[in-house]
């Protein structure tokens, strides 16, 4: 869920003219896809710590049910050695949606800060599943995943926070880390809120704004270069299909009320991996095996990204 602040209402998706929706591309790749991925979860490569999460609950038994976050290396992720540095000198900064410890900071995340167009809250706690895996921690695990991935690849990789934090940080620090590291390339991962029925990812980029702190006419194209480089090797890796309810099956989408991307003045990508109130979506995000090629189609998108 990224940041819709009481004092804004949730933008209507903008359909673009330019892209065919992805859903043509996918409907040849998701009955294999999928088909794979059933396979894969029936032989218990989906779920963590071996419980079965084919059924999408998370294998453990406390009340806030929280599937472990154990990395597990994608069998297509080792790179021979004259690959392995294809991002040396590189600079991606990763940053993990929310953080796990907001809730407990109400004054703080509510404060305003100003993202150029308008003033919102500097942070929000984020969402959760229905059993109450908050966004949060997925965020974080996913955010660890890509890291180690693209650091393999030679990347020098920030992320904004690492659960270090009391709170945060605001939605303009978090720009301003990527800013500051003069990023090559950088991406929010969140994973959104939505009815139950409304699936799927999709890819925010900024549309053009140039109001007060925020200008981000440099940063439109090359954010669309990586936004759909980073759709289109999300559905290639995970076989999961755009978003059915934001961006009419492109899987991409154009804001301009998220700080964190009005105030980035590098390429910038936010992706909602999915719907944590579904739980056809909630069988993916809670399968560890699931988060680990989530984070190989993000890594595949920014590489190539940047690889030009
Ligand atoms: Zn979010």
Not at 58 to 70: G, K, R
Not at 142 to 155: M, S
Request: glycine residues 12%; aromatic residues 4%.
């Amino acid at each position: 869920m990224s940041y819709t602040g009481p004092d804004f209402e949730p933008p209507q998706p903008r359909r673009s003219p330019l892209r065919r929706p992805l859903t043509v591309a996918v409907a040849a790749l998701v009955p294999g896809a999928l088909l794979g991925w059933g396979v894969y979860a029936a032989v218990g490569g989906g779920s963590d710590g071996g419980g079965s999460d084919a059924a999408g609950t998370p294998a453990t038994s406390s009340a806030t049910t929280e599937p472990s976050a154990t990395v597990e290396p994608s069998p297509t992720a080792k790179p021979s050695p004259s690959d392995s540095a294809p991002l040396k000198g590189k600079v991606v900064v990763i940053d993990p949606g929310h953080n796990p410890a907001n809730f407990e900071h109400p004054s703080q995340i509510n404060r305003k800060v100003n993202v150029g167009t308008h003033w919102k809250e500097c942070d929000t706690t984020g969402t959760a599943t229905n059993t109450g895996w908050p966004e949060a921690k997925f965020t974080l695990d996913v955010a660890h995943r890509l890291r180690e991935l693209l650091e393999k690849q030679g990347a020098t990789v920030k992320l904004t926070q690492d659960g270090d934090r009391s709170y945060g940080p605001c939605v303009d620090e978090r720009a301003r880390i990527g800013n500051e590291a003069h990023a090559d390339a950088a991406i929010s991962i969140h994973a959104d809120g939505s009815g139950a029925g409304n699936r799927g990812f999709h890819v925010i980029m900024p549309g053009a704004v140039h109001d007060g702190d925020a200008d981000t006419r440099a940063i439109v194209a090359p954010s669309a270069e990586l936004g759909e480089s980073v759709a289109g090797s999300f559905v290639r890796v995970t076989g999961s299909a755009p978003s059915n309810y934001i961006g009419d099956g492109t899987g991409l989408n154009t804001r301009t009320d998220l700080g964190g991307l009005n105030l980035s003045t590098v390429p910038k990508v936010f992706i909602e991996c999915g719907n944590m109130r579904d739980s056809t979506d909630v069988a993916l995000l809670t399968s560890g095996s699931w988060r680990q090629k989530a984070a190989q189609g993000m890594s595949e998108g920014i590489v190539s990204f940047l690889r030009g």
